[in-house]
């Protein structure tokens, strides 16, 4: 470690967005703490919150049809496209409050606005589109939201989809102009730099091989130097778990009865990536359809504008895989070893559960390019497949538990904190809605593991979030001041991106 102590207030394992928010949080709730972060990796958020290894989509249920469900009587719910809404919500409201503070000096280096939108065909998924906006349009969090079964409509909206597209039945969409495209990457990087001006001892290339309690009641993390082998030993008062795929054999060596029966399933993903300027520039939103029969919701298919390193391209997806790796830059030994007696049954029994699931993805691995370049061109009809390239996005972990509504070995698709009964130690497993959310989920954290403060700190977190504690549902005036001040400190006023990241990639 680079200033060679031995004890420490908060260990983060990993420098990913969840950490990042975290050490950030609580830099702001108690400067005074001693913060060590621990990155086996190089540089901050190469693995999940790399900007390549997600689809940057500010997630905010304004596009993505599996936050809303289609219920037997034919009604939809939309409880859970409401709280993730919120969620965002909170993210913009703290990220806001860092530019607002000077804590973050250019917004646009971390999101844009870009609209988002959903595309279905055929009278089944146009009538299940209609309903869901009927229902969301009348929600203040979904205001603006515009609905259109009009061929001439939705080529102004969407030109690109539109062009060449032969119309075998009804077409519909939806719209919003208060999306985003999140660099989750650029942001993980802002804040840990952040962080190291506020004297948090950041260590790349350490890799934490065991977590026990020590007699005195600390956590003793055994901690390895990648490069020259060297290990040390580190105590702290808490820890937090957020390695991405990682986390869970962090969890399972740590021994908390919390984390028992729980394991893990990995799924890898690909994008195609279009940098043809002249493309690109026909197609500015982020369009999800509906995902196919069998697949995982994570693996819904759409078609993004996004802005990277201040150029602007086009990605298509995601495709699913598999592979054994928990992280991209994993071991092909993570999923066998991640195996224990105590979660031994809940696998297998999750492993017959999903046969349908196992079978979908050894046919997405099987796919060529052609076949992918097929699946592309129902949402881009005249895709060459020479302006299209294939990228390996990140590994995505889905948690596998026993569950009361879904018996032994359910699979989850959620993101979920496991914290110890004394709170002494949180781990983040699961993937999507993921990063978006990053500010509410470490939120939980802090409520679960540091109640004895919450009082002191409540105030400040007030001044960082003023939504904290309130139901935005019930609050339709505070909704309007949200997304008005924080539209207004981020940039996101209009969906025409700052200068700086106007260009197309070249």
């Given at each position: 470690m680079s200033n060679g102590q031995t004890k420490t207030d908060v260990i983060l394992i990993g420098a990913g967005i969840m950490s990042a928010t975290l050490g950030a949080l609580l830099k702001e709730l108690a400067p005074n703490w001693e913060i060590t972060v621990f990155e086996r990796r190089a540089v901050a958020g190469e693995e999940s919150s790399n900007e390549w290894n997600n689809?940057?989509?500010?997630?905010?249920?304004?596009?993505?049809?599996?936050?809303?469900?289609?219920?037997?009587?034919?009604?939809?719910?939309?409880?859970?496209?409401?709280k993730v809404n919120e969620e965002f919500q909170v993210s913009k409201q703290f990220w806001s409050y860092l530019v607002d503070s000077k804590l973050i000096r250019n917004p646009k280096d971390f999101i844009v606005p870009v609209p988002h939108m959903s595309f279905v065909q055929g009278d089944k998924d146009v009538n299940f589109l209609r309903k869901r906006f009927e229902a969301l349009?009348?929600?203040?969090?979904?205001?603006?939201?515009?609905?259109?079964?009009?061929?001439?409509?939705?080529?102004?909206?969407?030109?690109?989809?539109?062009?060449?597209?032969?119309?075998?039945?009804?077409?519909?969409?939806?719209?919003?102009?208060?999306?985003?495209?999140?660099?989750?990457?650029?942001?993980?990087?802002?804040?840990?730099d952040h962080l190291k001006s506020k004297n948090v001892d950041i260590n790349y290339g350490h890799q934490v091989d065991d977590i026990k309690r020590s007699g005195d009641g600390l956590w003793e993390l055994k901690v390895r130097n990648v490069g020259s082998g060297?290990?040390?030993?580190?105590?702290?008062?808490?820890?937090?778990?957020?390695?991405?795929?990682?986390?869970?054999?962090?969890?399972?060596k740590s021994g908390i009865p919390e984390g028992k029966?729980?394991?893990?399933?990995?799924?890898?993903?690909?994008f195609m990536v279009c940098r043809n300027p002249d493309v690109v520039a026909q197609h500015r939103a982020k369009v999800y359809g509906q995902a196919p029969v069998g697949a995982p919701p994570m693996s819904v298919p759409h078609l993004d504008t996004r802005f990277i390193d201040n150029k602007e391209s086009l990605l298509f997806g995601p495709f699913a895989g598999f592979s054994p790796k928990f992280l991209k830059f994993g071991s092909m030994f993570d999923l066998i070893t991640s195996v224990k007696?105590?979660?031994?049954?809940?696998?297998?029994?999750?492993?017959?559960?999903?046969?349908?699931?196992?079978?979908?993805?050894?046919?997405?691995?099987?796919?060529?390019?052609?076949?992918?370049?097929?699946?592309?061109?129902?949402?881009?009809?005249?895709?060459?497949?020479?302006?299209?390239?294939?990228?390996?996005?990140?590994?995505?972990?889905?948690?596998?538990?026993?569950?009361?509504?879904?018996?032994?070995?359910?699979?989850?698709?959620?993101?979920?904190?496991?914290?110890a009964a004394d709170g002494s130690i949180a781990a983040l497993l699961g993937a999507s809605p993921g990063a978006s959310t990053a500010v509410s989920v470490m939120l939980e954290v802090i409520q679960r593991c540091f109640p004895q403060h919450l009082k002191t700190w409540e105030p400040k977190i007030r001044e960082m979030i003023p939504s904290y504690g309130l139901s935005l549902m019930k609050n339709p005036e505070l909704i309007r001041d949200i997304h008005a001040a924080t539209a207004r400190t981020l940039g996101l006023g209009g969906t025409k991106p700052a200068e700086a990241v106007h260009q197309t990639v070249s």
């Open positions: 689809a940057g989509t500010g997630h905010s249920s304004l596009c993505e049809l599996n936050y809303t469900v289609e219920k037997p009587d034919g009604s939809i719910d939309i409880n859970k496209a409401i349009s009348r929600n203040p969090l979904f205001e603006g939201m515009e609905f259109s079964d009009d061929p001439a409509k939705l080529a102004e909206w969407i030109p690109l989809m539109m062009k060449d597209r032969r119309l075998n039945g009804p077409i519909a969409a939806t719209r919003s102009e208060a999306g985003t495209d999140v660099n989750f990457g650029s942001l993980t990087r802002i804040l840990i060297a290990v040390e030993r580190i105590k702290s008062k808490f820890v937090f778990i957020g390695g991405g795929g990682g986390s869970l054999h962090l969890l399972q029966g729980i394991g893990g399933f990995p799924v890898s993903g690909l007696p105590h979660n031994l049954f809940t696998m297998l029994a999750a492993g017959v559960k999903n046969a349908s699931l196992t079978t979908y993805l050894i046919k997405q691995v099987m796919l060529s390019k052609e076949k992918r370049m097929e699946a592309l061109r129902e949402f881009v009809p005249n895709a060459r497949s020479e302006d299209w390239d294939l990228l390996v996005a990140g590994q995505r972990v889905q948690i596998i538990k026993d569950t009361a509504a879904g018996g032994k070995g359910t699979l989850q698709f959620g993101t979920e904190v496991i914290s």
